[in-house]
Nanobody
């Protein structure tokens, strides 16, 4: 399984970015893909999660209302649209995939036990 993130970059505060997570190399019927972020010196934080079975979306409190997760099943790609970006959104953003317990992982926005991880894409928000 391979997860490849893209779309990061430098943006001014108040701007927008759309991150992509292209997934390949699997044929799981039920899985969840989540976005996490980690800023230097800080703990990894869950951003959002979506389940393949029903397309439900879940969001972390720090991004709720500013971020939308969506998926294109034909392309096996999950997107993270981020609006009204703040300097505190600066971090490396990772997508991860879990095969089992998707409801629990998305509901709890847990990174523990995710099966596969991408290498990340850096988002820098300038003030």
């Amino acid at each position: 399984v391979q997860l490849v993130e893209s779309g990061g970059g430098l943006v001014q505060a108040g701007g927008s970015l759309r991150l992509s997570c292209a997934a390949s190399g699997f044929t799981f019927d039920d899985y969840a893909i989540a976005w996490f972020r980690q800023a230097p010196g800080k703990r990894r934080e869950a951003v959002s999660c979506t389940r393949s079975s029903d397309g439900r979306s879940y969001y972390g409190d720090s991004v709720k209302g500013r971020v939308t997760i969506s998926s294109d099943n034909a392309k096996n790609t999950v997107y993270l649209q981020m609006n009204s970006l703040k300097p505190e959104d600066t971090a490396t953003y990772y997508c991860a995939l879990v095969r089992d317990g998707t409801s629990w992982y998305c509901t709890n926005l847990s990174d523990y036990g995710m099966d596969y991880w991408g290498k990340g894409t850096l988002v820098t928000v300038s003030s």
